[in-house]
Every structure is written in C-alpha cells, then in structure tokens.
C-alpha cells in the first residue's frame, strides 16, 4: 500500500529550526519523485522542494536563500526537509507528495498523485 506519512512539525519560536519527515512505504525513492509543498492558511499551496529519484534535488523558494534543504535516509525510504531560521510567514501545513515511476521535478500540486496527510508547523509572531 502507497503511503507517505510526514512528521517532524510543531510550535517553534521565530529564528528555530526544524527538520520535517516523509517516509514512504509502496514505491521506491530509486524510481519517484518526492516534492515538499505548504499551506498557509487562506493560501494556495506553493511548492518548496523536490528530490527526483533518489538524486538531484531542486529549491523552488530561491528568494529563501537557503533556508530549506531537502535530504534522504535511502535505507528507511523517508525523505527529509531542514527548515532553517524560521518565520512566523513559515507557519502552514507541510505536505510531502510523490510521483511514481516519474523522474521529473515539478513545483505545481497537480503533478503530483499521492500526498501524505500533513504536519503542522507554527511559528509565533
């Protein structure tokens, strides 16, 4: 059964940092692509970064200038995201999301056909 599963979120104090997780169970990072997107609340959903096959990854938000940073663990199939230096503008929903059998980064939702359920990060202002 295909699943992605993200934790790793929570409340956090502005200038913190956080590192989200998405493992993956049915489909192998080897042959999907992994995006990371948020929600803010009242906003569209925005794409933040991707992992294509188990190798190159791209930052969507380059006006971030570094902040966010996409990893792996190969050997547990969980896919990482290192939020630096957070915001109150960085509090939203933080979904993981992967195209199977697809090789191909893409920072729009529609692209991608399965999604895990969310973690909540909040950042007081």
């Known amino acids: 059964q295909l699943q992605l599963v993200e934790s790793g979120g929570g409340l956090v104090q502005s200038g913190e940092s956080l590192r989200l997780s998405c493992r993956v169970s049915g489909l192998s990072l080897d042959t999907s692509t992994i995006g990371w997107f948020r929600q803010a609340p009242g906003k569209e959903r925005e794409g933040i970064s991707c992992?294509?096959?188990?190798?190159?990854?791209?930052n969507y938000l380059r006006s971030e200038k570094g902040r966010f940073a996409v990893s792996k663990n190969r050997a547990e199939n969980t896919v990482y995201l290192q939020i630096n230096n957070l915001r109150p503008e960085d509090t939203a929903v933080y979904f993981c999301?992967?195209?199977?059998?697809?090789?191909?980064?893409?920072?729009?939702?529609?692209?991608?056909?399965?999604w895990g359920q969310g973690t909540q990060v909040t950042v007081p202002s």
């Open positions: 992992l294509r096959c188990n190798g190159p990854t791209t």
């Open positions: 999301a992967a195209r199977r059998s697809i090789c191909y980064c893409s920072d729009s939702d529609t692209h991608y056909s399965f």
